[in-house]
Structure formats: structure tokens, C-alpha cells
């Protein structure tokens, strides 16, 4: 009897470490509907194509840094803004890129990454 409950209280534990791992990682997904975040900065039709795929590997960066570990992990999140800022800062107007870094902010407080 007792060894049936401490593998419930085991796999209970397990579930819930598992959940939250998974919610972990969906914080660091960073998909975005572009369109909607391209008329917020109204971005013009030559800058869409470059602010999707700075956004992409941007994705793609953050994603890798939900599956390292502790101290990893922060500073894979923070490279990865940094370049991403970098990138958007060329290809942005200085009014859309105060917007974006304002976007990108509240987003990242939001989902417990800053």
C-alpha cells in the first residue's frame, strides 16, 4: 500500500514538473501574427520581408535557449534579444523601432523572461 502511494505521489510529481517545463518553453515561443505586428509599426512592404526573417531566427534563437539550462539559458535570452534589437534597429525607422523595443519589452515581462 505504501509503495502504490509514493509512486502516485511520484508520478503526480513527475505530471506536474512535466506541465511545467511545458509551460516553460511556450513562454519562450515568440511566433507573432505578422500582420497584425506589421501594421502596428507599419512597416512598408520592402521592410516585411527582412523584419519576418530577423523575427524568425529571433524565434528560432529563443526556442533553443527554453531547452538550456539555469545560467545557459539567460544568456542565450539575452543574446538573442540583443541581436534581434541589433537587426530590427537597422531596418527600422527610429519611431517603429522605439515601438518594437516597447512591444518586445511588455511581451517578455508578460511571459516572465525579464
Do not use: C, P, W
Not at 511545467?20 to 507599419?42: C, R, S
Not at 534581434?84 to 534597429?89: E, F, G, P, R, T
Amino acid at each position: 500500500m505504501v509503495v502504490v502511494a509514493m509512486l502516485s505521489m511520484t508520478m503526480t510529481f513527475a505530471e506536474n514538473e512535466n506541465a511545467a517545463n511545458l509551460n516553460n518553453a511556450e513562454a519562450y515561443n515568440m511566433t507573432v501574427n505578422m500582420k497584425k505586428l506589421g501594421q502596428a509599426l507599419n512597416l512598408s512592404k520592402d521592410q516585411v520581408e527582412s523584419f519576418a526573417e530577423i523575427h524568425k531566427t529571433f524565434s528560432a534563437e529563443m526556442m533553443f535557449a527554453a531547452q538550456a539550462s539555469g545560467e545557459e539559458r539567460q544568456k542565450m535570452v539575452d543574446k538573442a534579444i540583443g541581436k534581434d534589437l541589433a537587426y530590427m534597429n537597422y531596418i527600422l525607422s527610429h519611431d517603429q523601432y522605439r515601438r518594437y523595443v516597447m512591444l518586445l519589452n511588455i511581451t517578455l515581462i508578460n511571459r516572465g523572461l525579464k
